[in-house]
């Protein structure tokens, strides 16, 4: 696994094919496995590789939060498709000194190079976004929202997920699936904006009408 090496322009257009279909390198939020690729980049990936930007910049508002962002940081290897091997650290291990960290240290400041370098595909970047329509990452999810018993009012339960109105989020079908002992879940079909609307944040809202809700189960996510 791997994507060659992200130093290269090669390597950047493997990552932007890979993330053609996703939002993050591993899972559905950002984690650890964003911050290991997001650190092997020498620079924010042009304008045409736009899936790779987009998730460059959006990796990059997490800064003060790398720290304390899921999972364990793994070697590039183990990331990317499978079919491609990764040639980032060999590149890596034998130019340690010339490595640039996105992030910002305290120790070490941006070189006037790579921040010139930085600046310029930003701004072509703006220039490209402000003429043609942006690329918005959506993916469609079937939620299982479990009432406490048979008694539960199943047309309120409803009318309270309905309720939900967000910025990147619209509601769909839904239908009532029996699921024993005369007790019926609600089945709810969604489309949400990756960038805007999560499946926790969807959990919170739903099982905050503790009176109806017992529980929210992703059914099905597929990316749009």
Same mark, same amino acid.
């Given at each position: 696994?791997?994507?060659?090496?992200?130093?290269?322009?090669?390597?950047?257009?493997?990552?932007?094919?890979?993330?053609?279909?996703?939002?993050?390198?591993?899972?559905?939020?950002?984690?650890?496995?964003?911050?290991?690729?997001?650190?092997?980049?020498?620079?924010?990936?042009?304008?045409?590789?736009?899936?790779?930007?987009?998730?460059?910049?959006?990796?990059?508002? /997490? &800064?003060?939060? +790398?720290?304390?962002? !899921?999972? #364990?940081?793994?070697?590039?290897?183990?990331?990317?498709? %499978?079919?491609?091997?990764?040639?980032?650290?060999?590149?890596?291990?034998?130019?340690?000194?010339?490595?640039?960290?996105?992030?910002?240290?305290?120790?070490?400041?941006?070189?006037?190079?790579?921040?010139?370098?930085?600046?310029?595909?930003?701004?072509? /970047? &703006?220039?490209? +976004?402000?003429?043609? !329509?942006? #690329?918005?990452?959506?993916?469609?999810?079937?939620?299982? %929202?479990?009432?406490?018993?048979?008694?539960?009012?199943?047309?309120?339960?409803?009318?309270?997920?309905?309720?939900?109105?967000?910025?990147?989020?619209?509601?769909?079908?839904?239908?009532?699936?029996?699921?024993?002992?005369?007790?019926?879940?609600?089945?709810?079909?969604?489309?949400?904006?990756?960038?805007?609307?999560?499946?926790?944040?969807?959990?919170?809202?739903?099982?905050?009408?503790?009176?109806?809700?017992?529980?929210?189960?992703?059914?099905?996510?597929?990316?749009?």
């Amino acid at each position: 696994m791997g994507f060659g090496d992200l130093k290269s322009a090669a390597g950047l257009r493997v990552l932007n094919d890979f993330l053609a279909d996703k939002s993050y390198i591993e899972g559905y939020v950002p984690s650890q496995a964003d911050i290991a690729v997001f650190e092997a980049i020498a620079a924010p990936p042009p304008a045409d590789l736009f899936h790779a930007l987009r998730w460059y910049n959006h990796i990059k508002s /997490y &800064e003060k939060q +790398k720290a304390s962002l !899921p999972g #364990v940081k793994k070697a590039l290897g183990k990331y990317g498709p %499978v079919d491609v091997e990764d040639t980032t650290s060999a590149a890596t291990d034998s130019k340690d000194d010339d490595d640039i960290d996105l992030f910002g240290s305290d120790d070490e400041e941006e070189s006037e190079e790579a921040k010139k370098l930085r600046e310029e595909r930003l701004a072509q /970047y &703006e220039s490209k +976004k402000s003429k043609k !329509p942006a #690329v918005i990452a959506k993916s469609s999810i079937l939620l299982d %929202v479990k009432p406490w018993d048979d008694e539960t009012d199943m047309a309120k339960l409803e009318e309270c997920v309905r309720s939900i109105q967000a910025d990147g989020l619209v509601w769909g079908s839904s239908k009532l699936v029996p699921v024993g002992y005369g007790i019926k879940k609600l089945q709810i079909q969604c489309v949400v904006e990756d960038d805007k609307v999560g499946t926790d944040m969807l959990e919170e809202k739903i099982t905050a009408f503790e009176d109806y809700v017992q529980s929210m189960d992703v059914a099905a996510f597929n990316k749009i």
